[in-house]
Every structure is written in C-alpha cells, then in structure tokens.
C-alpha cells in the first residue's frame, strides 16, 4: 500500500534552516509528482510546493520562493523541502502529497519557528 512518512521536523530559530525527507514505499515513486503542503493552527492546508516525477519542474507558493527548495531522489524513493531563512508564519505540520488516482498524505512533521 502507498507509503509517506514525513520527518525533519523541529523547532528553529527565525533565520534558521531545517530539511524535511518524504519517505515514499508501495508505488513507483519516480512516476509520480509530489508536493508539499502545510497547516498552520486555525489556517486550511495550503501548497507550499511541487516537482515532477523526474524533479525536472518545480513550484512554489509565493511565500516561500527564494526560500524554500523541493527536491527528489528516485534512486532513494524520497522527496525534500530545504527550508531556509525561516520566518515565525512558517509554524505549521507539513506534509507531503501524492496523487495516484486518489490523494495519499503522510502523517506530517511539526515545524516550529520561535525565539
């Protein structure tokens, strides 16, 4: 069965960095895009960002272009999110996404950026 375990997770201070790994297993990983996605306490799930099945197109959600980097290794079955220059209003569970014929979620990872 389709597989995502997130984790990276953490607490940072603000200007900080942290990488999130997406472990996927059940599918065949490199013919699928993945995303991430992220909730923020009170907030609905928003796009944080994409890459295509070979990791050759990428996007981004305005509020973390320049910051943020998605990225895959098909050989290893796992995305990344490089999360850089880390602001407060990053503070959310983040999760990564797969659509195969119907969403799969992981679990999410809590992201926490404080002083």
């Known amino acids: 069965q389709v597989q995502l375990v997130e984790s990276g997770g953490g607490l940072v201070q603000p200007g900080g960095s942290l990488r999130l790994s997406c472990a996927a297993s059940?599918?065949?990983?490199?013919?699928?895009?993945m995303s991430w996605y992220r909730q923020a306490p009170g907030k609905e799930r928003e796009l944080v960002a994409a890459?295509?099945?070979?990791?050759?197109?990428?996007t981004y959600a305005d509020s973390v272009k320049g910051r943020f980097t998605i990225s895959r290794d098909n050989a290893k079955n796992t995305m990344y999110l490089q999360m850089n220059s880390l602001k407060p209003e990053d503070t959310a569970v983040y999760f990564c996404?797969?659509?195969?014929?119907?969403?799969?979620w992981g679990q999410g990872t809590q992201v926490t950026v404080s002083s």
């Open positions: 996404k797969t659509l195969i014929r119907t969403n799969y």
């Open positions: 059940g599918f065949i990983f490199s013919n699928y895009a």
């Open positions: 890459i295509s099945s070979t990791g050759s197109t990428t």
